[in-house]
Structure formats: structure tokens, C-alpha cells
């Protein structure tokens, strides 16, 4: 974890996470993750190996409940609220395009 | 003085005064001041005018509206409200009206309560001064120059100017305790599961909290009565009745054996440290036991929750594509179209937060960053559990400072984070924590101490407030 994040790195996480930087905002990116992960170096010094990891703080598992109809959202009114909509169906541009 | 939503209740329950007038004279103070606060991403004033006359109309016609009967309450803008605009506070959801109510403010609503507006906020919630909103900073109504802190910064200085009697916040690492603190207002995040999120648009799904902003101590405990328990609808709502808090406000802290943290971080301002000092000899002259503890891991708490809370939230947020709902950015396909949508409808502090979420999580980096942070966020629920076997609360600063002056720390983010050092182990436990107005600090700007509980614990934590409250002369 000593290694300075690289701006190839961080290149590829903004891909990851489907975010454009331009060349500006991807130099202040490394440097502001850079400094972040300086910090959060703090927890290496700790004994981690027989810590069990914690997800959540409350130890529930598996909510059910009775597989019963209840009522769902109306289509139309979440369908109205979608930059488009074609036949009931979102609509989104061809997913094979220049890109895949 | 603005009135407690007790008055304001029990006058309107009982015909004394008319929900019409209660409305009216908070939308007054909106109309006079909110240009110069900016607490709102939208002012309900029609809505809210409408729904306090049938408030009257149930009253008149011998109905009991509710314990909240004509109270004008304000909800942070990541809280759905059906038909209404819900932002969050970014260009992602600018425009978007959800097509269904929160469960929060379906209770609010059962109670009798008028919902006066939609505050400003961090984007999605990520900040510590309400700066990072696309619609414009909230100033803080104690001094405008300063930043009202954050994420929740509209709800609290909506509470703070007189805008509304009470208001919702969420906090995710204090984003309800923190600008609770730098506005003098109570500011309360519950044990994990006891309100619904059902409704509360997403940040960090294992932190995420929704609590009350009040003017007082017993306020806070009717508001957080009224909107707490068991929900179907969250699959993290614990599935048993919320206990009453009214009854322990009165109990006073005798035998009480409240912690100190020895090996609490530094950090705190020496004004905010001199009235937390005061704290513990107000209580201990109330008949409580001042008692030392250790909590090793508080030190680590920063770090876990800086990585724990941007991975969640780079998964969470993964959502905002341009398919469903809010912006989209046309593009060819679909791939450049999720990027396009993203790259403009996001603001910098939010694409930091994704970055960072999305390398700790990444192959190669995974167990280095997120699993070390989950195995950290385990010793810090075994540490605040030991010190528990020993006290029944904690006190310690709400934020290391009185509120700061705008763009003093936008250019720094790690600044930023450390506002929230003594208020993230509380989101990383689970566990309730309050900030209680308690004297002022420099500049005559208010301090807030902070009372941390084991989890369920709301009744202890109460009683402690309620007797900081009493002693900073703070009760209406």
C-alpha cells in the first residue's frame, strides 16, 4: 500500500466507475487519492488477522416475507419519469455500438 | 423565540390556534430570510397552507389530527416525496418527481405533521458544510459568512432560522450531528434500524441513518417517537416496537455512570474541548459517575468509514445511468451514454467518492482497502462494546469546531473528512449518538456536545441531553 497511486491507475478506476475526466481533472484526481490513501495508511500498523470483517451492525439474516401480491408501482407514473419510453419499456440507445 | 412543536401541537390539537397560522408565520420567516440562508431546494408554501386548513377542518370537526397536528416540519432533499421534486442536491436528479412517499414522511403525514419543504444538502449527502450542493451553498443562520456544516445543512439551519418547528436529516458519519452542532439545534442519529429508509435515497446502505432536528431536547424525542419503528419496507428495520423516550427525559443522570474516552483523537478546538470539560462536571454534579475508558479503534474510525462509505456508495450510485429516471446525456450507445450521463450530472466531491469506493474495491486493492476497513469496523464495535460493559454513555464534541467560514476547507478534502472524526464510530457501530446545544465557543458561535449509547440505548441518551440541555438553560 506505499506506492503512490498512478494516473494510469486512476485512469482505469474512472473507467471502472464510468466517469470522464479530462486530463486536468484526472492529475488533481491522483493527487487528492494519493493523499487520501497517505492517510488511511494508519490502519496497516494494525493486527487485522483473526478480526472477523463486519458488513452492516445489525446481525440480521435473510428478511422473508409471506410470498403475497402487494401492491407495485404504477407503470405509467415511473415510466414518466424516464428520459424515454418506448412501448412501456424504457428506451435506451443500440447497446452494440462504436464502444463495444 | 420560535415555538416548539409541542406548543404548536398541543394548541393546534386542542383548537386553541389554527395550523393556518402556525404554517403562515414559519412561511413569514421563509420569506423573509431563506433568500439570504438558501435552507431550501423548494418551499411548499401552497401544499403546506392547503394541508394545515385540513389539519383544521379534522379539528373543528372533533377529530384528534395527530401528535404532530399542524406542525411545520422540513425534510432533507434525498427523502422521496411522491409528485414533489427530490434532488438530492445534484443535476443527476434535478427535475425528477418519485413516484411514491418515503415511509418517513407517510408518518409524519399520519401524525398530523405539514411538510413546509425540501432542504439543501451535500450532494447525495457527501460533505461536511452543505457546499457541495448544485444548487448553491446554505449559509449558517447564526452567521452567514459560516457554513451551516453538512451533509444535512438545510434541515439544521431551517430549524436553526425558525423555517420549520422540526426537520429530517440522514447521517451517514453526522451529517445530523455535525450541522446540528454548528447551528445550536438537537440533532439525534438513532440506533441503526429504528427508522425506515424505505424512500431515503441511498448513500452508504450499512451507515445510513434518518433523525429528527429539533429546537429542544423533548422535541426531538416526539419527533423521532413519531416517525421510529418496525417497517416491512426496510429489510434493515428491527422488527420490534420503538421504545418511548418522553418518559426519560425527567429521570436526571443520578447513578448514571457516563464515559470519558481517554484516548479520544485530538483535534478539538479548545473552546469546543473547555465546554465538553464543562459537560462532564454538570453531570457529575447531577449525581452521574464520571468513568474512563478506552476505546482504542476510535483513532481508526476515519479511515474505515472513508473507505467503507465510498464503496458502498460507488455500488449505490451505480444507479444513475440516464435509463430510468433523472438526467440523461445522449450518446451513441449505450456505454458512452452511462459515462456522458454521469460525467454532467455528478459534481466533484461525489465522482471523488465513486473513484475512491471503486479502486478500494477493485481486484488488487480489495483486501488491502474494504476488507481491512470491515475487519477495522469490527474492533471498533468490540471496543465501544467493552466500554459499554462499564457505562451507560459517552460524552464527547460533536464536531472539533464552531462552524467555519465558507471555502475554508472546499480545496481540502481530507479537512473536510476530519469534521467527522467524533461522530463516524457512532455510524460504524450502529449505535445512537445526539448532539445537544451546550454554550457557545468562539466568536459567540454555539458548541454542541455529543451523547453517544450502547444500541437501543435512545432513553439513557435522552436523559443525559435532556440534563446538558437543562444545565445550558436550552429547554423551551
Redo the contacts between chains.
Sequence with gaps: ?SDR?SLE??AK??R??????DEVELMA?TE??G??LD??A??DS?D?GD????????E?VN?M?DDVELPT??RD??LA????AVDGR?G????????? | MTDTIRSIAAAVRSGERLAVAAVQEHLDRIAAREPEINAFNLVLAEDALERAASIDAEVAAGRDPGPLAGVPIALKDNMCTRGVPTTCSSKMLEGWRPPYDATVVERLSAAGAVIVGKTNLDEFAMGSSTENSAFGPTRNPRDTSRVPGGSSGGSAAAVAAGFAAGSLGSDTGGSIRQPAALCGVVGVKPTYGTVSRMGLVAFASSLDQIGPFTHDVADAALLLESIAGFDPGDSTSIPEPFHALSPALGRGVSGLRIGRIADLPAGADPDVQARVEEAFEVLAAAGAEIVDVSIPAFHYGLTAYYLIAPAEASSNLARYDGVRYGLRVSAADTNAMYSATRSAGFGPEVKRRIMLGTYALSAGYYDAYYGKALKVRRLMAQDFAAAYANVDALITPASPSVAFPLDSKTNDPMAMYLCDTYTIPSNLTGDPAMSVPFGSGADDLPVGVQVLAPALGEPTMFAVAAELERAAGGAR
Design positions: 500500500m497511486i491507475v486512476v478506476v474512472a471502472l466507475a464510468r466517469l470522464e475526466l484526481a487528492q487519492l493523499d487520501m492517510h488511511f494508519d490502519i494494525l487485522l478480526v472477523e470483517p463486519m458488513t452492516q451492525p445489525v440480521l428478511v416475507r408501482l404504477d407514473e415511473v419519469a424516464a428520459p424515454d424504457f435506451v440507445p443500440p447497446i452494440l455500438g462504436a464502444e463495444a
